[in-house]
């Protein structure tokens, strides 16, 4: 007897968080719209996690049991391989859904044939789940995005998005290359290959605690520069592929400007050296001119110009 497929498959990957785990697997739960099914993807996490997962016996509930590699876009993928949904929703293990997230995009979809993709606002919370006071309202409106997404423009939140699956499937899914910034990664590829619509009310509530998959400061820059040389070489159309040249070197002089305020001048000029093929844009001339100066003039002086 075949089963139907459902409209929608969840993706959840999972690396222990079982303090907010439980969370948001209740939020997918809670859903009014109900044809779903939750592939929960688990990277090797401890023994009461997993016994958690094991608990969760369930028809649309399935999970795939991984040797932990640390590696996020190897997890979603791994989920993503047995997707049978039309559509495909993601969901990080610490963040939470609203009851109407799934209705309200399936419908937007659904309503909105041209666009293969979508998005929301999302809603701050902090790691005991109390609102922050602030709501991060996406950029860009529905249509074209590629252009806004490279310039950082859109805030596109993981678990705020839905795609259709083929469409998903067309672009490759997640670079697993990629340890840093492969939703972005993927954004720039479904914006590509079609539209995207927003929804303006916020769908979405995102954890903030201290334990986030991320890093920042000059690990997050260097992933940036060659998460924009690799891009460089994506695109054809002569204005796209200047605007991917033009922040590989804003990150580059950023980079640059990192190195200066530590009094590192050695890595300022290695840096500026290494990135000299950005030199037509102006951003590299500005942002390596500020690095420069903060490694010559004292800062003695600069506070003494701030003040007067």
């Known amino acids: 007897m075949n089963v139907p497929s459902p409209t929608v498959s969840v993706i959840l990957p999972v690396f222990n968080r079982l303090e907010y785990l439980r969370a948001a697997v209740a939020s997918v739960f809670r859903q009014s719209f109900t044809d779903w099914e939750l592939i929960i993807a688990d990277d090797g996490s401890d023994d009461e996690t997993k016994d958690y997962?094991?608990?969760?016996?369930?028809?649309?509930?399935?999970?795939?049991?991984?040797?932990?590699?640390?590696?996020?876009?190897?997890?979603?993928?791994?989920?993503?391989?047995?997707?049978?949904?039309?559509?495909?929703?993601?969901?990080?293990?610490?963040?939470?859904?609203?009851?109407?997230k799934l209705a309200t995009q399936v419908k937007e979809l659904r309503d909105q044939p041209q666009y293969l993709w979508c998005y929301s606002p999302i809603v701050h919370i902090d790691a005991d789940g109390n609102v922050l006071p602030r709501i991060s309202r996406p950029t860009v409106s529905r249509g074209t995005a590629f252009e806004r997404i490279a310039r950082w423009e859109a805030a596109i939140a993981v678990p705020t998005v839905i795609v259709q699956r083929q469409l998903l499937e067309r672009v490759g899914g997640f670079d697993e290359q990629r340890l840093?910034?492969?939703?972005?990664?993927?954004?720039?590829k479904l914006a590509r290959e079609s539209e995207v619509s927003v929804v303006g009310s916020a769908l979405t509530r995102v954890r903030?605690?201290?334990?986030?998959?991320?890093?920042?400061?000059?690990?997050?820059?260097?992933?940036?520069?060659?998460f924009y040389a690799k891009w460089e070489h994506r695109v054809t159309e002569p204005h796209l592929r200047r605007v991917i040249e033009r922040?590989?070197?804003?990150?580059?002089?950023?980079?640059?400007?990192?190195?200066?305020?530590?009094?590192?001048?050695?890595?300022?000029?290695?840096?500026?050296?290494?990135?000299?093929?950005?030199?037509?844009?102006?951003?590299?001339?500005?942002?390596?001119?500020?690095?420069?100066?903060?490694?010559?003039?004292?800062?003695?002086?600069?506070?003494?110009?701030r003040r007067s």
């Open 180 to 188: 840093l910034h492969e939703d972005y990664d993927l954004w720039l």
């Open 53 to 100: 997962l094991k608990g969760l016996r369930h028809p649309q509930v399935k999970v795939s049991w991984l040797v932990h590699s640390g590696n996020p876009a190897a997890v979603r993928n791994a989920a993503l391989r047995d997707a049978t949904g039309e559509f495909v929703a993601f969901l990080d293990s610490d963040d939470e859904w609203l009851p109407d």
């Open 247 to 305: 922040q590989g070197a804003r990150c580059a002089a950023l980079l640059a400007r990192h190195f200066a305020a530590r009094g590192d001048g050695a890595s300022v000029f290695r840096t500026i050296a290494r990135s000299v093929r950005c030199w037509t844009c102006p951003e590299w001339w500005l942002g390596n001119a500020i690095a420069v100066a903060r490694l010559v003039i004292p800062t003695s002086l600069v506070n003494a110009s």
């Open 208 to 226: 903030h605690h201290g334990s986030h998959y991320s890093k920042t400061g000059e690990p997050e820059l260097r992933d940036w520069i060659e």
